[in-house]
């Protein structure tokens, strides 16, 4: 069965200090790959997604970076955090072609002090 | 380009109540249609998705959604609330040609009332 994973799961960070959060994929191969954050009160704003290895598509403008090094491993980075970046983080997958779902990683709480 | 509203961003019912939460998307070709679960601090879990097979979907739980085209609606419906539904649903749409674009809706926060 596939299992995704993404950590830490909890993060406090400094304003203007760097970010690296990791999410990892098993059991399936060239999945689609997306980072997904939620401000607190908000619906889901997607970031960047992922159709294979070192093709990264970016929705919003932002002092965030997305990269897939491997077919099954997404991280997603900044190298200054803001306090605007405070948010739930969360990694999916789904399998290429239409129709088919999103699964959730466990979600990133990052906090920005 | 797709859309999702979700009416009423706070919804409280009763245990043993009705369920409804009410979903309508605007989609140009047939969208495909999930409704998803997220308890708090946790990721999203599907519920049930339509992907034009029957109009009427069943999904985990006894939530069962009803895809209405003439309306462009998705609602969720559950005959008898519980405890342990109270969460936060979220309504998405994928539309058939461009099917690894997601729009999800705002969201909707159920609370059961003893």
């Known amino acids: 069965s596939q299992t995704i994973h993404q950590w830490p799961a909890t993060l406090v960070q400094p304003v203007g200090s760097p970010l690296s959060l990791e999410c990892t994929v098993e059991?399936?191969?060239?999945?689609?790959l997306y980072w997904y954050r939620q401000a607190a009160g908000r619906g889901l704003q997607l970031l960047f997604y992922s159709v294979g290895i070192g093709q990264i598509s970016s929705e919003v403008p932002q002092n965030l970076s997305a990269s897939r090094p491997q077919d099954r491993q997404f991280i997603l980075s900044s190298k200054k955090l803001l306090l605007s970046d405070s948010g739930f983080y969360l990694c999916?997958?789904?399998?290429?072609?239409?129709?088919?779902?999103?699964?959730f990683g466990e979600g990133s709480r990052l906090t920005v002090l | 380009a797709q859309s999702v509203t979700q009416l009423g961003s706070h919804v409280s019912v009763s245990e043993g109540a009705l369920v409804l939460l009410r979903c309508n998307y605007s989609s140009s070709v047939p969208p495909y249609l999930f409704w998803y679960v997220q308890y708090p601090n946790q990721g999203l879990q599907l519920l049930l998705k339509y992907t034009s097979a029957a109009t009427l979907v069943k999904g985990i739980n006894d939530f069962e959604a009803e895809f209405k085209k003439s309306e462009t609606s998705f609602h969720l419906t559950k005959p008898s609330a519980h405890m342990s539904d109270a969460a936060e649903y979220f309504c998405?749409?994928?539309?058939?040609?461009?099917?690894?674009?997601?729009?999800f809706g705002p969201g909707t926060r159920l609370s059961v009332l003893p």
């Open positions: 059991g399936t191969s060239n999945p689609n």
């Open positions: 999916a997958w789904t399998r290429g072609g239409v129709g088919g779902e999103l699964f």
């Open positions: 998405a749409v994928s539309e058939a040609n461009y099917g690894q674009n997601f729009v």
